[in-house]
């Protein structure tokens, strides 16, 4: 993927650094599997848990992903993405789901969404306006919430350009999310649909069991 930062990657990035996720289009609510009884919460994408293998993964979504990005240097993960429409939460917009693997395991340590960008991963804006993002966002942190109670928001705000962040636990670990205009960004981006302007919500292992996933 050529972005600066990308993908279920940007968890890495958080403002607060917190170390716990198109040409053709795909519903986000279009993954499902039958849940089992015990199941609790809000699923961010059915049929999809932490410490899933790549091909369990591929097996619910396809192989026909838009973009892959692997870092082996300094997260030593894999990255597939899937251009989409939020459905699961009923946005309405435009993004792509996140699917990350640890190289050491080969096993799934991050998924979610992001929901922003328009376009290939070649040629893409992020045209939403902050009220749009602020409303998806309140959307989604409301569903959330209903699913797992108060969850934890960040004191720092407009930092890198996060307006907004928020983390939950569940029991496959910890769930993220913050929306944000010109995320990232380390300088001013001159034309607002070319800075990163979204909302992201993954659902990540915990930093500390990472290695035993």
């Known amino acids: 993927m050529k972005k600066a930062v990308s993908g279920c990657l940007a968890v890495m990035l958080s403002a607060m650094m917190l170390m716990t996720g198109c040409d053709k289009k795909t519903d986000s609510s279009s993954v499902s599997d039958e849940k089992s009884e015990s199941d609790k919460g809000l699923s961010i994408i059915d049929g999809i848990k932490i410490g899933m293998t790549a091909d369990e993964v591929f097996d619910a979504v396809g192989k026909e992903y838009d973009s892959m990005n692997q870092d082996d240097t300094y997260h030593n993960t894999v990255e597939y993405d899937y251009c989409c429409t939020d459905k699961t939460f009923g946005t309405g917009l435009?993004?792509?789901?996140?699917?990350?693997?640890?190289?050491?395991?080969?096993?799934?340590?991050?998924?979610?969404?992001h929901f922003g960008q328009k376009g290939d991963f070649e040629n893409h804006t992020f045209p939403y306006t902050e009220d749009e993002l602020k409303n998806a966002y309140a959307s989604i942190k409301e569903q959330v919430t209903a699913a797992y109670g108060e969850g934890t928001s960040s004191d720092e705000?407009?930092?890198?350009?996060?307006?907004?962040?928020?983390?939950?636990?569940?029991?496959?670990?910890?769930?993220?999310?913050?929306y944000g205009t010109d995320l990232w960004a380390y300088e001013p981006t001159e034309v607002y649909e070319n800075g990163t302007n979204e909302v992201i919500i993954t659902c990540s292992v915990e930093a500390d069991a990472q290695e035993n996933t």
């Open 94 to 113: 435009e993004g792509y789901m996140c699917f990350e693997f640890s190289l050491d395991t080969n096993k799934l340590v991050t998924y979610g969404y």
């Open 157 to 178: 705000k407009a930092v890198m350009g996060v307006l907004e962040e928020n983390t939950w636990r569940n029991d496959e670990g910890e769930i993220w999310a913050v």
